[in-house]
């Protein structure tokens, strides 16, 4: 979780003349957390999953029905298109697979904390992707 805070701080500082916004605090996701960690990481993907496709109708990339149903290739489709560059990538990718091993791994243990985390992460990715 360290690594992607700070690849996220590296790659997604925040700018002097950003938009006041919500306390990612309000959020459901954050919410969420103190119930069940796991629903709150999955409800911050949900989020970037849902950003992404608006980013891609927005911008006007061509997805096929295929590629419309997962995250990782409307991002690539956004990637070859130069909507998003590679350090953002990266941060999607290590979400990804952050929210995957929530999801899926039986032994995977997530505080309210972490959860907390990951969603002021998930929050950063989506204000950049909605920025494009």
């Not at 360290?2 to 309000?26: F, I, Y």
């Not at 999955?42 to 061509?62: G, T, Y």
């Not at 904390?113 to 992707?129: D, F, K, N």
Request: proline fraction near 7%; aromatic fraction near 4%; hydrophobic fraction near 45%.
């Amino acid at each position: 979780m360290q690594e992607v805070r700070d690849e996220v701080r590296a790659e997604l500082p925040p700018g002097p003349a950003e938009r006041p916004r919500p306390p990612v605090t309000e959020s459901l996701a954050v919410k969420l957390a103190s119930v069940s960690p796991r629903a709150a990481v999955l409800e911050a993907w949900r989020q970037v999953e849902d950003v992404l496709i608006r980013v891609a109708q927005r911008c006007k990339v061509q997805l096929l029905d295929r590629q419309s149903q997962s995250a990782t290739l409307v991002l690539r489709a956004l990637q070859k298109e130069g909507i998003v560059d590679p350090g953002k990538v990266g941060i999607f990718q290590d979400l990804r697979v952050l929210r995957n091993s929530a999801a899926h791994a039986p032994d995977f243990a997530l505080t309210a904390e972490s959860a907390i985390q990951y969603a002021e992460m998930a929050s950063r990715l989506v204000e950049y992707l909605e920025s494009l």
